[in-house]
């Protein structure tokens, strides 16, 4: 889960090929599972105030860190992300499926 906010010269078509080339990560990274990205509709006060999210799964930790240290991450990360981000928060999380708990039918 990566939840992030764009510097304030970034706008519009910019910003939209930021979010266009994020989308399009799970075409390039087989592994990646359940891509989600999209505008923070929260309305609650936070200091750093991030405007967008996206969250990815992965099926092996292995997964995840071949990606973190693939070529075309790399060179993202370098030439367009930290040039367009203000703030970011990164969180991996490791589920372990036996604690998930089904949702109770309505």
Known sequence: MVL?????????????????????????????????????????????????????EFAHEQDLLDYLHSDGHEEFVANRWRQAIKHQVIVSLRVHLDHHTARPSS
């Open 4 to 56: 992030f906010a764009f510097n304030d010269d970034v706008e519009g078509e910019q910003e939209q090929a930021i979010l266009d080339e994020l989308d399009q990560l799970p075409t390039h990274y087989p592994a990646m599972q359940n891509w989600s990205c999209g505008q923070n509709i929260s309305n609650r006060n936070t200091t750093l105030k991030m405007t967008h999210a996206f969250v990815v």
